[in-house]
């Protein structure tokens, strides 16, 4: 079982390896936008979907790498005091009541604006935008397709983790 949850890691791993590089692009765009504004009073409303296009995508499929690397946000408020095996049965917890539904749920109600988006290859959010509304919204079933993978692996080695404690 550990092999599956490292192999669903290394998912997340070579998109977070990937994703991660938007970052960088982004800050890049947003400088030469402000230069363009700035110093020649020029601007273009593409390169600043570009912006917000890179923003969604850094934080969206970076979500699942997020989780892997544990820098998610958690409500630390007896958790810290708990033990291994009370933190694997309250991360478990979680999994199977809130993560896994709530993305589903997403998921199931995402879909078929994203299918009809592509269906129609939905253009640009503002006149004179990246052409490809489409894209963007694809983000939506992407998202939660590499939480739900780190969301199994996690559950995996919670269950690993509750019992290695029994024993």
């Not at 949850?5 to 994703?19: E, T």
Request: charged letters at 15%.
């Amino acid at each position: 079982m550990e092999k599956m949850a490292d192999s669903l890691d290394r998912i997340n791993r070579a998109v977070g390896d990937i994703i991660r590089w938007c970052a960088l692009a982004m800050v890049l765009l947003q400088f030469g936008i402000v230069v363009l504004r700035y110093v020649f009073g020029i601007s273009f409303i593409f390169l600043n979907e570009g912006v917000l296009y890179l923003h969604s995508t850094l934080f969206m499929l970076g979500a699942g790498y997020t989780y892997l690397v544990n820098a998610h946000v958690r409500v630390d408020i007896f958790y810290a005091r708990l033990s291994d095996r009370g933190k694997a049965k309250i991360d478990l917890f979680g999994h199977v009541l809130f993560l896994f539904p709530a993305m589903i749920v997403l998921l199931y109600w995402s879909w078929p604006t994203v299918r009809t988006s592509w269906a129609i290859l939905e253009g640009p959010i503002s006149v004179g935008g990246i052409p490809a509304s489409f894209l963007l919204k694809s983000l939506i079933p992407g998202f939660c397709i590499l939480i739900l993978i780190q969301g199994l692996s996690a559950l995996i080695r919670d269950l690993l983790r509750i019992k290695e404690a029994k024993s």
